[in-house]
């Protein structure tokens, strides 16, 4: 006994018509799958910048804390940079720096000025003679000069033989406004 069915137009349609309404779904779920997918990729994108964001303004909130303690160095930096060069007080204070430290200035080098934005860089050339220790004390005493002076480098050289005199050869930087 073989039965066939036969469907009738109206099953066959309706047949059809939930398919096409299965398609439909389908194509539409597809959809907003990918919507969701776009949607947390760009939550994601979104935390990320605000934790950045969050990050820097925690900065500026400890910078707010020291703003006093900055407006004091500030201070003290633009009290270090003359308005001009003044080589002759430059040269007077690099003088006493090194008699403070036992040191002997031998030998001053001024080289072109470079300007900078907001400051002028005088390089210079200098030569110390004097004890390693006297040096050491010199160098360290460089950094609470009344004018900002950066030190580049530092050559050592023996002096005489039997003595325990060396002589240092500086390359550094003055600065002014």
Known sequence: MNAKKNLSPADLIMLLASFLLLGCMVFMLQNQVRELGAARSELAKQQAAVAVDEERLGKLIVLKGKYSE??????????????????????????????????????VKFEERASKQGYVEQPLKL?????????????????????????????????QQDSPIIQIDLSACAFSK
């Open 70 to 107: 900055l407006q004091a160095q500030w201070a003290e930096t633009e009290h270090m940079l003359p308005d001009n060069p003044d080589e002759d007080v430059l040269i007077n204070e690099l003088k006493s720096v090194a008699n403070r430290s036992g040191m002997r200035l031998v030998q």
């Open 127 to 159: 030569t110390f003679e004097g004890r390693y220790h006297g040096m050491l004390q010199m160098l360290d005493d460089l950094r609470s000069c009344r004018r900002v002076v950066r030190v580049n480098e530092v050559k050592i050289a023996k002096g």
